[in-house]
């Protein structure tokens, strides 16, 4: 079986098949036109990645040096997340936590629940990010990217003390245009109130389309912009 080498603004991870969806149909890092864009991740950056999947942000994020809190309650996922981190020797840069993000501990609406629940094969904990950030002691944090299957709102009140604290980038996949979650996040405007929240924080706010959906990306208004300077943010090596 052939692994892909993967590279992301001058370096590089490993995927040992096609499989873990890494790669899009063109040969570019998944998401790729976003995380070209705004996700310009550091050496040394605390970033928290809340609905990890199979590690497209946490993979691309230690690979630049970041230390990465992968948050994802389907545990085939975190079994795939913690075989590729072992793979790449990226096991020191990473935490995976077996748990949903909510608004509050414990909480997740039935309306909700009804949509996500194929995603887990066993009950999840369920958390805040704030109450994470206080039981793991995390003393910064500098990026956040949340994609939870239409509840990335509870993810963000239950968050909100942590960001308006750090300061963090934020990327968040919205679900309002994916039918299965539409019914939900329009009923409770997920898509305005995510953005009218952070606004009241000071963080200046775009929505950036792509593929079949829309990411809300904001920073403080304190700091420079997000800027395009990094282009063609991964290439695809395939090798026996």
């Known amino acids: 079986m052939r692994q892909q080498l993967i590279q992301i603004h001058g ?5 040992p098949s096609p499989d873990y969806g890494f790669v899009d ?8 036109d976003i995380i070209d864009k705004y996700w310009h991740v550091r050496e040394g950056d605390v970033v928290f990645d ?3 999947c199979n590690g497209l942000y946490t993979l691309p994020s230690c690979a630049l040096g970041a230390f990465v809190y992968s948050v994802e309650p389907n545990e085939p996922s ?11 020797g990226f096991t020191d840069r990473c935490r995976v936590i077996r748990a949903a993000f909510s608004n509050k501990e414990g909480n997740h609406p039935a309306a909700l629940r009804a949509t996500i629940t194929p995603y887990f094969l066993d009950e999840p904990a369920v958390t805040t990010l704030d109450n994470a950030v206080a039981l793991l002691g995390v003393s910064a944090v500098n990026w956040i990217k949340i994609d939870v299957e239409g509840g990335e709102l509870l993810v963000v009140e239950g968050g ?3 960001i308006k604290k750090y300061r963090p980038n934020i990327v968040i996949k919205d679900h309002t245009d994916i039918p299965i979650y ?4 329009v009923a409770n405007n997920t898509r305005g109130r995510i953005k009218e929240i952070l606004r009241s924080i000071s963080y200046d706010v775009v929505e950036e389309p792509f593929s079949n959906r829309s990411y809300i990306v904001g920073w403080p208004s304190e700091v420079p912009p997000f800027r395009h300077t990094i282009p063609n943010v991964a290439g695809l090596v395939t090798y026996q």
């Not at 149909?25 to 790729?32: A, M």
């Not at 975190?78 to 790449?88: D, S």
């Open 182 to 185: 539409a019914g939900y996040c």
């Open 50 to 52: 809340i609905g990890a």
């Open 25 to 32: 149909g063109q040969g570019r890092l998944g998401e790729g």
């Open 160 to 162: 909100l003390e942590t």
């Open 11 to 15: 370096r590089t991870f490993v995927s």
């Open 78 to 88: 975190c079994e795939v997340i913690e075989m590729l981190l072992a793979l790449n």
